[in-house]
């Protein structure tokens, strides 16, 4: 007989890293497993994202992500600090090209106000003092609250706290199918009183398989990074352009990262397939379809602007047009200093396949046996200790 876990978690990403961690914080005797179809945590996301700790100014007051960013910054830098994780507190300016976004800024303040953040309209004066180089129109966006960590290491140190509390892991796991609480793996099977799934890219295709998120569909988006390889003190701040504010992206800028490097990105391309990292990597003809379908809908009826978003995002492979949408922000940057392409990301990023709407908000949905997060995109990794808490509480551990 196969051992049977009090949980089993699907998923080593920052989410299903810090849900094991509130439950074993909640009950230290909760018997978990955590299953990876990677041979390591953080493969996908968790470990290709910016690594920016965001301030809470962009969600709108009644959302999960205005009610967990906040703290989710507070609770990450106070995790980071106790393990002696550096984090580069520099702090975000949000800038304006003209009137236009001017008014958008103001928004944003609204926001960030509303939600409780710390953020304030600046002279473009003052905002010269925090970052000399800046480029805005009349005013800038303070988040002096912004911050970077490099999240691999948060993750690491997160599995290291887990094993200590004797979490399992078994990796290069990958889900094959369900019976009952039981999961089949290319491992084998494993069985728990509740299977809590935090698959990232996958998490909609095992929920379908429990009967959960059926009105759903993943289509991934393909985040690039380019890093300034000229030197470090080009840029002494986060510079974030005013995003539209219909669709889920920040647009391209620049990010300090906690080692004080330069970078610029990310993209929001639209990908063909899930792991669609470069080339014909992990290419699955099955997504191929699929998401085609979805995006050949999407590019149809131009819901929520996909058509020019998809334009948009697709001239950005074009390194010299993808370098002018960043040094359009800032006074001046050496266009040659640009060096190689990092890691790309993919954002897995919930669509209503009726609406066909991106689903804006974190999205759980659940039941006695099972627990499905089937949308935990950006600031999920900011959010991560207060969201797992969240999920334990309401769709986990109730008691």
């Known amino acids: ?57 962009y969600y709108t007051a009644d ?33 304006a090209q003209n009137e236009a976004e001017l008014e958008q800024l103001y928004e944003l303040e609204r926001r960030g106000i509303k939600n409780g953040s710390s953020v304030r309209l600046i002279e473009s004066a003052k905002a010269e003092e925090i970052e000399p180089n800046i480029h805005t129109f009349r005013k800038a966006l303070h988040s002096p609250l912004t911050a970077s960590v490099d999240p691999k290491e948060v993750c690491r140190s997160l599995q290291a706290d ?21 999961i089949q793996t290319n491992q084998g099977d494993f069985s728990a009183e509740k299977i809590i799934n935090c698959a990232g890219l996958y998490a909609d295709k095992i929920a379908h398989d429990f009967g959960f998120g059926k009105q759903y569909t993943i289509v991934p988006f393909k985040g690039i990074y380019l890093e300034y390889s000229k030197n470090k003190t080009d840029i002494k701040t986060n510079i974030y352009p005013v995003p539209n504010l219909k669709n889920p992206f920040l647009g391209v800028h620049f990010t ?55 334009f948009d995002e697709i001239k950005k492979y074009n390194r010299g047009h993808f370098i002018q949408l960043a040094t359009s922000l800032v006074k001046d940057i050496d266009p040659k200093g640009f060096g190689q392409f990092l890691a790309p990301g993919i954002r897995a990023q919930l669509l209503h396949k009726k609406t066909l709407k991106l689903l804006q908000d974190f999205v759980v949905e659940s039941d006695g046996s099972s627990v499905h997060v089937l ?21 986990i551990d109730p008691s």
């Not at 995006?295 to 009826?301: D, G, Q, S, W």
Request: hydrophobic letters at 40%; aromatic letters at 12%; glycine letters at 8%.
């Open 1 to 57: 007989m196969n051992k049977k876990y009090d949980y089993i978690i699907i998923g080593a990403g920052i989410v299903g890293l810090t849900i094991a961690y509130a439950l074993k914080k909640k009950n230290p005797s909760n018997d978990i497993l955590v299953i990876e179809k990677e041979p390591a945590i953080a493969r996908h996301a968790s470990g290709r994202n910016s690594g920016v700790l965001h301030a809470g100014f």
């Open 63 to 95: 959302s999960l992500k205005a009610r967990f960013t906040i703290l989710g910054n507070r609770a990450m830098k106070e995790y980071c600090r106790s393990k002696n994780i550096p984090i580069n507190e520099c702090g975000k300016l949000v800038v």
């Open 162 to 182: 887990l094993q200590n509390m004797q979490v399992q892991f078994s990796f290069n796991a990958g889900y094959l199918s369900r019976k009952g609480n039981t």
């Open 256 to 310: 300090k990262t906690s080692t004080g490097k330069i970078k610029i990105g990310p993209t929001a391309i639209p990908a063909f397939w899930r792991e669609n990292y470069g080339g014909v990597e992990n290419f699955k003809l099955s997504e191929l379809f699929s998401i085609g379908f979805h995006e050949a809908k999407l590019f149809l009826t131009n819901s929520f602007g996909f058509r020019n978003l998809a």
């Open 375 to 395: 949308n935990a995109v950006s600031p999920a990794f900011t959010c991560a200790f207060p969201f797992a808490d969240f999920v334990v509480k309401n769709h």
